[in-house]
């Protein structure tokens, strides 16, 4: 394991090369209103900007839009394929069982690959999530890839993120696997979404499960985040 940790990823740059390009440049053009409207301490309105038309509402809620380029999750995927060599995939122990899923802890098996998401987080969904509920991400996040498949863990039981706010679900491989899914309790279901797009959804309020695998492994980039009132 320690030859793995200190490998230099090439996934782990702090660059935007990752990013849709569309997303990226919607993000840029939104960032003078949303620190206009940071720095009017709650006096100010934040205007609509492009940004919120690149971001689909299937369910009340439940939002998706185009994050990561295709290139990038599959170069993922084979840093996986790396990963495997040196550990498994493994359910939280810490976590009760509605919520255990096969993972790989990015900060504890990947820091390099983490700390790249986290600048993900910071400049990228950041923006985002000020423009769909004014909030931001402070501390205490946990990202990894989750893989549902019919040896290890078939199907979610219903539950809610433990210790998140927002959850964002980015799928990595889908069309490799059957089935899948991400089912609303009362809500409606999302079906797999393309390569790179994200789920985001708020943890607390908007209980979930990952519907069944038929065949294959449905690996999926997973945030668990905790927000801040910006104001």
Same mark, same amino acid.
């Given at each position: 394991?320690?030859?793995?940790?200190?490998?230099?990823?090439?996934?782990?740059? +702090?660059?935007?090369?990752?990013?849709?390009? =569309?997303? /990226?440049?919607?993000?840029?053009?939104?960032?003078?209103?949303?620190?206009? &409207?940071? #720095? /009017?301490?709650?006096?100010?309105?934040?205007?609509?900007?492009?940004?919120?038309?690149?971001? #689909?509402?299937?369910?009340?809620?439940?939002?998706?839009? !185009?994050? &990561?380029?295709? @290139?990038?999750?599959?170069?993922?995927?084979?840093?996986?394929?790396?990963?495997?060599?040196?550990?498994? &995939?493994?359910?939280?122990?810490?976590?009760?069982?509605? +919520?255990?899923? !096969?993972?790989?802890?990015?900060?504890? &098996?990947?820091?390099?690959?983490?700390?790249?998401?986290?600048?993900?987080?910071? /400049?990228?969904?950041?923006?985002?999530?000020?423009?769909?509920?004014?909030?931001?991400?402070?501390?205490?996040?946990?990202? =990894?890839?989750?893989?549902?498949?019919? #040896?290890?863990?078939?199907?979610?039981?219903?539950?809610? @993120? =433990?210790?998140?706010?927002?959850?964002?679900?980015?799928?990595?491989?889908?069309?490799?696997?059957?089935?899948? $899914?991400?089912?609303? *309790?009362?809500? $409606?279901?999302?079906? !797999?979404?393309?390569?790179?797009?994200? *789920?985001?959804? !708020?943890?607390?309020?908007?209980?979930?499960?990952? *519907?069944?695998?038929?065949?294959?492994?449905?690996?999926?980039?997973?945030?668990?985040?905790?927000?801040?009132?910006?104001?």
């Amino acid at each position: 394991m320690n030859n793995y940790l200190i490998k230099n990823f090439p996934l782990a740059v +702090r660059s935007e090369w990752m990013i849709d390009d =569309q997303t /990226s440049s919607l993000v840029k053009t939104a960032l003078p209103e949303i620190l206009k &409207f940071g #720095k /009017s301490l709650g006096k100010g309105d934040l205007k609509e900007t492009a940004l919120r038309s690149q971001i #689909k509402e299937p369910i009340k809620e439940v939002y998706t839009l !185009p994050l &990561f380029k295709p @290139d990038f999750c599959e170069m993922l995927l084979n840093e996986v394929d790396n990963m495997k060599l040196y550990f498994n &995939f493994e359910p939280n122990p810490e976590e009760d069982k509605l +919520r255990q899923i !096969p993972e790989i802890i990015l900060e504890q &098996f990947a820091p390099d690959i983490f700390l790249s998401m986290v600048s993900v987080v910071y /400049s990228v969904l950041n923006p985002i999530f000020m423009v769909l509920w004014q909030r931001y991400i402070e501390t205490a996040y946990s990202i =990894q890839i989750a893989n549902y498949n019919l #040896k290890d863990k078939q199907q979610g039981a219903w539950h809610h @993120d =433990q210790t998140a706010d927002i959850s964002v679900v980015v799928p990595l491989n889908t069309g490799d696997y059957e089935g899948g $899914g991400t089912e609303f *309790l009362g809500r $409606g279901i999302i079906k !797999p979404l393309k390569n790179g797009h994200a *789920l985001i959804f !708020p943890s607390f309020t908007h209980m979930h499960r990952g *519907l069944a695998v038929g065949e294959g492994d449905r690996y999926l980039l997973v945030f668990w985040l905790k927000t801040a009132i910006p104001v």
